[in-house]
């Protein structure tokens, strides 16, 4: 008899895994290395005001990537690791914003056990996420690729990793590794995350009861994590 396909559990990171967003907890423990925190509260307060005004995500999410242009990838590599080590420690610049949520990766530790494949999708990349994907057992990265040359990245993003990218990702990720969305978990905590949860045949929201993914995933009859 041949072995089923293989199952999957795809993660969100900010908010679902993590208490707070890595991109900025990773952008401010850049900023004060580097002694440049109050360019970096600037920068972040035109991140807020792209959002108030109305801005799409996923063009924000383009913005938020030219902090880093000009850098050598290695050297915001090391950046990601040192800025993790921090956060496992408690000693995070913007207070702990970074850190796991205990839930969740409990869920995470039964996928692994159950031999699942475990898989981070998120709008964050590479640097901020590989040193968590490495904790959670080599967790695959669906994640947004900035652009990159000779070395340093650009500042440019081709494809956020937000709202439907998330989907056609996922989709692909389950065709290319012979994973069996039916059997697969999926996990989210903000509206845009629907999509490729819905992909799945266990999908479970994070978040506050109320919260519109909440909403949506009652009216679907999908489960809740409560945070």
Do not use: C
Not at 13 to 40: C, H, I, P, S
Not at 129 to 157: I, K, M, N, S, Y
Request: hydrophobic share 45%.
């Amino acid at each position: 008899m041949s072995e089923p396909p293989r199952a999957a559990a795809y993660l969100d990171v900010d908010g679902t895994l993590t208490t707070g967003v890595t991109l900025f907890e990773l952008l401010r423990f850049d900023a004060a290395e580097r002694g440049t925190d109050r360019e970096a509260v600037a920068f972040l307060r035109t991140v807020a005001a792209m959002r108030e005004a109305g801005v799409p995500r996923a063009e924000r999410n383009r913005h938020y990537f030219t902090w880093w242009s000009g850098r050598q990838v290695e050297d915001v590599e090391q950046v990601g690791r040192r800025w993790f080590a921090s956060v496992r420690t408690g000693g995070s610049t913007a207070g702990g914003g970074g850190a796991l949520r205990p839930q969740v990766v409990s869920i995470v530790e039964r996928h692994r056990r159950a031999g699942h494949v475990v898989v981070l999708v998120s709008g964050s990349f590479a640097p901020a996420l590989a040193p968590l994907a490495e904790v959670l057992g080599g967790a695959h990265l669906l994640v947004t690729v900035p652009e990159v040359e000779d070395g340093r990245f650009t500042g440019h993003v081709a494809v956020p990793m937000i709202g439907e990218a998330k989907v056609r990702a996922v989709a692909e990720h389950a065709r290319r590794e012979e994973i069996s969305l039916p059997r697969s978990a999926a996990y989210g905590d903000d509206l845009s995350d629907a999509g490729y949860m819905g992909l799945t045949g266990h999908p479970t929201v994070v978040a506050a009861p109320g919260a519109a993914l909440a909403v949506e995933g009652g009216r679907r009859g999908w489960a809740l994590v409560a945070v």
